[in-house]
Nanobody, 123 residues
């Protein structure tokens, strides 16, 4: 069974940092494009960042450029989102999602989703 599990969320003060992890089981991520998405209360889900299957290409939403970094570790079958200089507007449930494809930066089509993890930025 294909499964993604996020971890690393929590409550942090503005300006702080968190590192989200997305661990895959039941499949290997090296042939999948991976994306981090988030959904704040009352808002639509938005794409935050993506990484290609090779890890050679990444993509970031304008709102997080320069603050967030996506990476992947093939040996650990995991993808990470390092979030620095967090702002209250980064508060949301964060999801990772995967879709097969070696020619894309972001997952497209039918995706496997994690269950989501809460990130709250507040003083």
């Amino acid at each position: 069974q294909l499964q993604l599990v996020e971890s690393g969320g929590g409550l942090v003060q503005p300006g702080g940092s968190l590192r989200l992890s997305c661990a895959a089981s039941g499949f290997t991520l090296d042939a999948y494009a991976i994306g981090w998405f988030r959904q704040a209360p009352g808002k639509e889900r938005e794409r935050v960042s993506c990484i290609s299957s090779s890890g050679g290409a990444t993509n970031y939403a304008d709102s997080v450029k320069g603050r967030f970094t996506i990476s992947r570790d093939t040996a650990k079958n995991s993808v990470y989102l390092q979030m620095n200089s967090l702002k209250p507007e980064d508060t949301a449930v964060y999801y990772c999602a995967a879709a097969p494809g070696t020619g894309y930066v972001c997952p497209i089509g039918t995706k496997t989703w994690g269950q989501g993890i809460q990130v709250a930025v507040s003083s």
